[in-house]
């Protein structure tokens, strides 16, 4: 009898050990703890009696088994190997990154907790007149008396900290008594709130479809415009669910978005949201995980990554936003939520239902094939209405630091009519770069081929790409003569506004100010409460959120993206813009949009803001087909990073020799959109495919070659399939 273990190292395979004498033989899906060279390592078994391919002599022995009962179900091995499988990741890898940093390192979740109560001889105590000779156990034990249940030391300590040290004489006298007891998570809230909109026709129509479809596994695509209610059909579709007793998986794209959805959540089904994402404690994740994993929790909200949480009885998955870059991983273990999330409900014969006011364009085409049932919501719920979009050219105006009249004049009036105003801009920092007024040399990253961006209130430049910084020079760096920042960012923006208009409240929303934890939470907040009026952010607040009264939205360099090389620089933008211009008059005032740009007659542009984001679509999806890129066929990258640009070439040679250019084709190497970064050269082979099928024959061949090929030293390289971006 031998098992075999995934182990978190990066090889492609699994390790086979011998049981436990004595003990159990651990089921696959249970953590286990095996010698591993000289260290011992937390995995997880993966088989029992693998076929065997070392002798029972050279195999090590389990040193413990850590859980009695699997933490991951047969589906939930199944999708793991299919993940490890598809994007050609080292299985141990893959089962690593399915399970919460806490089990991940063989902790367990502790289903106890510290009580604290008082006794009658505290209550006696507090009777007589402690005040004078203790005032602290005095407070202790009246915080402690006002509270029937006692209270867990975790709340006790928030109320009052170092309360221990106070509370150690009173233990030992018996007046408080402190026990670890069960600790049920109560899952079930209180009953959930009753006034529901009247559904639309077309919110209704969709609920029906799904519901009334009987036969299992479908991908939906709720397809609806910006403040349709496609949130408030998820809700009637888990409703659904949680009367059947049935789990709802939920997967969103940003750690900002959860929180206000789990309050909407639990506030109208009754029940507690297990929430997945890496902001939280460790403690509190795995907790979530666990409860997932057991069925307790019937709805589930979490990030990419909980797609592998473990679910003991789902019925329904939803993938919110399916459009959004961030639902791929970009490092690492590079994998598709939303694709994983398809191939989960197909294997657990059950609905998935993907989200977007902006469908991806290889969503659409499956929904246009029919492969997709295809739902839409063409009007905005309660009577909203669409914002009105009108371009404004740069090339008229005199910019005031990147602001031209129009946008003032329409910011200041939307604030006097006590409205709040989203301006966005998709570059943080003050400044993208420092130019020389004199000799014109702009300030550049000594890693990268990148500019450095100023970062005013810090007094540095910085590089977005390597995180290099340097102080910021007061005079050039080559000639010596004064130097200006050149373009605007967030900081910029909001200094400039900030002077201009000094009256309103301001917030600049973007990972700068957002960095500490729950700042972003807070930032929204204010937003929500109205007590910030002018708004100024990144793509972070482009997304998902409802803000009634903001009514003017700002857009303010969406020209960038007409240049990029990408094949989907389109779509990107195409997305950004529709997404943005979509937080403006979701309330009862309509709403009005000023894009800013140099490149007023861009076709892209025209298109959007005459004929809408499906229009674009459609012309797009044409020229892809065109092209030869996805959704037409099916693509893979081979990364290849080293400080000899030689050796990073000579390796993709390497590799493309070993492909059989047999219905596909491998392009390159070719340098990426950024040769040089931290220092390192990046080429990459392009490899297209008609089918997946002839990409993934073709993807074994190089696994193979990847295996065995020791790379020179310095080379770093990856595998993205599928992949989404920097093409
Ligand atoms: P989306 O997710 O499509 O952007 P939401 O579901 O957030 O839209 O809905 C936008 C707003 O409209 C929310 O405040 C929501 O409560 C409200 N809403 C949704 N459906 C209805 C409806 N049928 N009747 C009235 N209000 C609705
Ligand atoms: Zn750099």
């Keep these: 009898m031998r098992i075999s273990v995934a182990l978190d190292v990066p090889l492609r395979q699994l390790f086979d050990y011998l049981p436990k ?9 249970s953590r286990v703890k095996v010698p591993f060279g000289r260290r011992t390592l937390c995995g997880v078994v993966w088989d029992t009696n693998p076929s065997p391919n070392l002798a029972v002599s050279q195999l090590k022995t389990v040193r413990e088994n850590i859980d009695e009962a699997p933490l991951f179900h047969d589906r939930d091995r199944k999708l ?15 089962v690593m990154a399915a399970l919460p940093p806490l089990l991940r390192q063989g902790g367990m979740v502790d289903p106890t907790i510290e009580r604290i109560t008082i006794t009658a001889i505290g209550l006696d105590k507090l009777a007589g007149d ?5 005032p602290r156990q005095q407070a202790l034990l009246e915080v402690l008396a006002a509270e029937q249940q006692g209270l867990n030391a975790e709340a006790l300590q928030q109320r009052m900290p170092g309360w221990r040290q106070v509370g150690k004489p009173l233990i030992k006298q018996g007046a408080i008594h402190s026990e670890r007891i069960e600790k049920r998570e109560r899952w079930r809230l209180a009953a959930p709130r009753s006034d529901k909109p009247h559904l639309s026709d077309e919110q209704a129509k969709a609920v029906e479809a799904i519901e009334s479809f009987d036969d299992g596994f479908r991908c939906w695509l709720l397809d609806g415009v910006t403040g349709s209610g496609k949130t408030e059909v998820f809700l009637r579709l888990i409703e659904r669910q949680i009367e059947r007793n049935q789990q709802t998986l939920l997967l969103v794209p940003e750690i900002g978005l959860t929180p206000q959805m789990v309050r909407r959540l639990e506030a109208r089904l009754g029940v507690r949201v297990a929430l997945l994402h890496s902001e939280l404690s460790d403690l509190d994740r795995a907790t979530a995980w666990v409860a997932a994993a057991t069925g307790e929790a019937l709805v589930v909200v979490g990030t990419r990554s909980s797609v592998f949480a473990p679910m003991a009885n789902t019925g329904l998955i939803i993938v919110d936003e399916e459009h959004d870059p961030s639902l791929k991983q970009h490092e690492g273990f590079r994998y598709h939520a939303r694709d994983l999330a398809i191939f989960r409900a197909a294997d657990a014969n059950i609905p998935v239902i993907l989200g977007s006011a902006t469908p991806s364009l290889e969503t659409l085409a499956n929904a246009q094939d029919g492969k997709y049932g295809h739902l839409r919501l063409t009007q905005r719920a309660a009577g909203a ?75 540095q430049l910085q590089c977005h790409h390597c995180g290099a910084r340097r102080a910021l020079p007061t005079a050039c760096e080559t000639c010596h003569e004064p130097v200006r920042p050149l373009g ?30 729950g700042a972003m939470d807070k930032a929204l907040a204010a937003a929500k409460s109205g007590e910030s009026k002018l708004l100024i952010g990144t793509q972070m607040l482009a997304k998902g959120h409802h803000l009634p009264d903001l009514t003017l939205v700002v857009i303010l360099n969406a020209d960038q993206g007409f240049f990029a090389s990408d094949f989907r620089a389109s779509e990107r933008l195409a997305q950004t813009i529709v997404q943005v211009s979509g937080r403006a008059g979701r309330g009862q005032r309509a709403g009005e949009v000023l894009i800013q740009t140099a490149y007023p007659e861009h076709r892209w542009l025209k298109t959007l803001v005459n004929e809408g984001y499906h229009a674009l679509a459609a012309t797009i999806l044409q020229e892809r087909q065109l092209a030869g890129w996805p959704p037409y066929t099916a693509i893979a990258v081979l990364h290849a990073a080293s400080k000899q640009e030689s050796a990073a070439i000579e390796f993709l040679n390497q590799a493309k020799a070993t492909l059989v250019p047999f219905g596909i084709h491998a392009l390159g190497p070719a340098p990426a959109s950024m040769l040089r970064r931290q220092g390192r050269y990046r080429y990459q082979l392009l490899l297209t495919a008609d089918s997946r099928q002839s990409l993934q ?11 065995t090929h020791k790379p020179p030293h310095h080379l770093r390289w990856s595998l993205d399939v599928d992949p989404q971006s920097e093409l």
């Design 80 to 94: 793991i190997d299919f993940a490890a499988r598809y994007y050609h990741q080292p299985i141990g890898e893959v």
């Design 385 to 459: 209405r669409p914002p009105k979009v009108t371009v404004v050219d740069t090339n008229r105006f005199n910019l005031q630091d990147g602001l031209s009249q129009p946008v003032i004049t329409a910011i200041q009036s939307h604030l006097d009519d006590g409205h709040q105003v989203l301006i966005y801009l998709n570059r943080r920092g003050y400044a993208p770069t420092l130019i020389c007024t004199d000799c014109g040399t702009i300030a550049r990253c000594q890693h990268c081929d990148a500019n450095m961006t100023v970062h005013a209130s810090r007094g």
């Design 21 to 29: 004498p004595g003990e159990p033989v651990p089921k696959p899906g």
């Design 697 to 707: 024959s073709q993807l074994l061949r190089l696994t193979d070659f990847l295996a």
């Design 488 to 517: 605007e960012g967030t900081e910029r923006v909001e200094q400039t506004l900030a002077n201009l208009i000094p009256e309103y409240p301001l917030a600049r929303i973007d990972s700068d100010t957002t960095s500490a934890r």
């Design 130 to 134: 402690l005040t004078k000779r203790a």
